[in-house]
């Protein structure tokens, strides 16, 4: 099953949100959530995580809380505090998931610091603006493509080149 990811519009420079993938969890009337899957912190899960001993990068998840921590991983646990976002891709803000994780061998799971988030409206005007790319793709994106090459991975998905993209959003 597919997911919905953010791809920010090559035009969109000297911003927090350059060459941003984004990871929709909620959108609706009221508004949007989403988590960047590509914004690497300076800190490793063993620096930020009692117990924790992977030294794989924790991720910068947006702007807005980013002491708050979501759990991103490939296959349910069946654990409480589980949200299924399609196909096996599950995610959670329960340290008891984390911690399970941490010790099951081979999970694979990415631990994200804060969130993006928009009001009503908001992401629908800054889509129509050009801000943003809708990409639809299953989580190999996350799990199975390096955070480096996230961005250029979900371009290329669409069959485009950012070259041939113009700047600016729909105009009717």
Known sequence: ?????????????????????????????KGALGLIINQESNASIADVVEGGTSQDAVLL???????????LY????????????????????SYLILQHLMQSLGSEYQLIMGYSGWGAGQLEK?????TWLWVHMDDSLIFDT?????????????GIEPAQIMPGGAKA
């Open 61 to 71: 998840g947006g702007p807005v809380d980013q002491k708050f921590g979501w759990c």
């Open 1 to 29: 099953m597919e997911l919905t990811f953010l791809v920010a519009n090559p035009y969109l420079q000297g911003d927090y949100f350059q060459e941003s993938v984004i990871l929709i969890l909620e959108h609706d009337e």
């Open 126 to 130: 800054e889509c129509q603006e050009g």
């Open 146 to 158: 390096p955070i480096e090459e996230r961005w250029s991975t979900a371009i290329a998905s669409l």
């Open 74 to 93: 490939r296959y349910p646990t069946g654990m409480e505090g589980e949200i299924k976002l399609g196909g096996n891709t599950c995610v959670s803000t």
